[in-house]
């Protein structure tokens, strides 16, 4: 049996070492150590308010900028786009900001909005049954829209959206000023609305210009949202006189469908921050830059985005022209 004056000689050693730890340690910190990291302190606040300050300077500027964006918007849009028709293909999970911006700018550079289709979530899901859907959906409804489906097989990646997309640019959009009647157009839609593949829509007449909004928030960390959507936006430049892909600032970042589609070549210009004036003209003047056959690019603040120099539109664009090959990288 271990004897009581043992474990009071241990606790004892225990305190005392305790006392110890905490003398040496407030005494080590004195002196030269102590004042060292009280200038380190000083530094890192100095840095930190110097930061601060700096970012309320440069959200200022950021909200000036869109300030005199808006005012100026009119002038530098007018006439811009006369005569022309657009069509808005929305994705889900659009920010709204973006689609309603967007038209008011279309609007301004003298194009008719012909009307938006929304697509859905179910159109996005690649898994095997609804994958199967969307392909026969698309093979019964090819010669209403007029277009022959290429022969692929049934066990590729994506086949039933690359089918659907094909069908939907030729209901919604024209390279040659003719496309289908609003009738034949309504027709196909309507076929996707009662399977579920697009809601939401108003009744277009096929326009030569489209812009596709991508969905808002950042990019999911796996998934083939940006991929179906890539594929929808070079369908719609291959059937349009010019295409633009739109989103917002919230969703910059690998693997949105932006990012997709500037890493695939590109087909199709892209506009990543859509929410703002700014954004909103670009995407204007990317359109008009499309009609001309200039080279698609990334525009927005992303890390690819804004090509240096940036081109511009000619004094006055050919906008009922359309794209030869070799118009696009």
């Not at 110890?20 to 100095?46: M, R």
């Not at 601060?52 to 964006?69: C, E, G």
């Not at 695939?264 to 995407?283: C, R």
């Not at 690819?304 to 794209?323: E, F």
Request: proline letters at 6%.
């Amino acid at each position: 049996m271990i004897d009581f004056r043992y474990h009071l000689v241990s606790i004892i050693a225990v305190f005392l070492a305790l006392a110890v730890g905490l003398l040496v340690g407030a005494t080590a910190l004195s002196g030269k150590d102590e004042e060292a990291l009280k200038t380190a302190q000083t530094a890192l606040s100095h840095a930190n308010d110097a930061l601060s300050k700096a970012n309320r300077a440069l959200t200022q500027q950021v909200s000036n900028d869109q300030a005199f964006a808006q005012v100026v918007s009119p002038s530098l849009l007018h006439g811009l786009l006369p005569g022309e028709n657009a069509v808005l293909i929305v994705a889900p999970g659009a920010n709204s900001q973006v689609t309603s911006g967007v038209t008011t700018a279309l609007r301004r550079a003298g194009a008719t909005v012909t009307g938006q289709v929304q697509l859905t979530t179910q159109f996005m899901d690649p898994t095997g049954s609804n994958e199967a859907q969307l392909r026969q959906l698309a093979q019964s409804l090819a010669d209403e829209a007029g277009v022959t489906l290429p022969a692929q097989s049934a066990s590729s990646a994506l086949t039933g959206q690359q089918d659907a997309a094909l069908v939907l640019a030729a209901s919604v959009v024209t390279n040659d000023g003719a496309g289908l009647s609003t009738g034949a157009s309504q027709a196909v839609l309507n076929g996707f609305v009662q399977d579920g593949f697009v809601n939401s829509l108003t009744a277009p007449a096929p326009a030569e210009l489209a812009v596709l909004v991508t969905p808002s928030g950042p990019p999911p960390a796996s998934g083939s949202d940006g991929q179906v959507l890539a594929i929808v936006a070079q369908e719609l430049h291959a059937a349009s006189s010019a295409t633009v892909m739109a989103g917002d600032v919230s969703s910059i970042g690998s693997g949105s469908a932006i990012d997709v589609e500037d890493n695939a070549g590109p087909l199709v210009s892209t506009v990543d921050n859509a929410d703002t004036e700014t954004g909103q003209i670009m995407v204007v003047f990317e359109l008009v830059l499309a009609l001309e056959h200039k080279a698609p690019a990334a525009y927005g603040i992303g890390p690819a985005a804004v090509p240096s120099p940036v081109p511009t539109p000619s004094a006055s664009p050919s906008a009922s022209t359309t794209p030869t090959a070799g118009g696009h990288k």
